[in-house]
């Protein structure tokens, strides 16, 4: 199945570090080799980048490896084809509107059969499980919500209907909106907070290792989600099977 790589920080960080080790798993450490993608939101803007080809062989890849793009919430995505042939039309992350803001989401799982019925503006352009849930999640959000909500009241809501998906299969996610990142754990998904006092970290897909005091500041805070975890010496911790958290400012906020 497909790897998932989320930030979430308290201010605007690059992730060329993380993602040098994560598009190595894009077909040189790793088989998910089907397409890949990344976003970074900017304010209530979003830069959106995807490509079919395998992320160890991208040059968008080689360009965001290069490009210290700074996001306080940022959202990549390896593809393992399950449901729906190569192509950019089925590269997460995917990204809709919904109450005047961008979203974006991907997912790592496989739901069999899985066919909602979707209405209004919300349909999906390719051929995925994925962005059929996507969809759907938006769309009863907004028959929830007649506006943008809390962060709180969304995790409610969330809560209420990611186990209607569940039932369907696997179901591992990553959503933003630019406020926070909601992250979703059926089977494999592990997080990790970076705050003072930072220490050294070693990439364990690539020859690779950084000393982040010397790139931070004391009050710096940084929260990562990944499928797999990306270092070899920093305090990675599992999410529970069904759990459901929400990151802000650089840590769990619920």
């Known amino acids: 199945m497909c790897q998932l790589l989320g930030m979430n920080c308290n201010t605007p960080t690059d992730m060329t570090f993380s993602f040098s080790g994560f598009a190595q798993r894009g077909g040189v450490t790793d088989h998910h080799a089907d397409g890949w993608g990344i976003g970074f939101f900017e304010g209530n803007g979003l830069r959106h980048f995807v490509d079919h080809k395998p992320a160890a062989e991208s040059p968008i890849a080689d360009l965001i490896r290069r490009y210290p793009i700074q996001s306080q919430n940022a959202i990549a995505h390896i593809r393992k084809a399950t449901q729906g042939e190569v192509g950019l039309q089925n590269c997460h992350p995917f990204v809709r509107e919904l109450w005047g803001r961008y979203w974006m989401f991907a997912h790592n799982g496989d739901l069999k059969s899985y066919a909602p019925r979707l209405h209004g503006a919300f349909k999906a352009v390719g051929t995925t499980d ?46 933003s909106n630019g406020d926070a990142l909601w992250a979703h754990s059926s089977t494999h998904l592990h ?23 010397t790139q931070t500041t004391p009050t710096d ?4 989600v990944v499928t797999q975890p990306l270092t070899k010496d920093e305090p990675w911790i599992a999410f529970q099977p069904g759990e459901l958290k929400v990151f802000k400012d650089g840590q769990v906020y619920c």
């Open 130 to 175: 994925s962005e059929q849930a996507f969809c759907w999640l938006l769309q009863e959000m907004a028959k929830s919500h007649a506006s943008l909500p809390s962060i709180e009241e969304l995790s409610l809501t969330l809560r209420e209907l990611v186990p209607q998906i569940t039932r369907q299969g696997t179901f591992n996610f990553l959503l």
């Open 221 to 224: 805070r940084v929260s990562l």
């Open 191 to 213: 997080y990790l907070e970076r705050k003072y006092p930072f220490n050294l970290a070693t990439l364990a897909d690539e020859d690779m290792q950084i000393d982040f005091s």
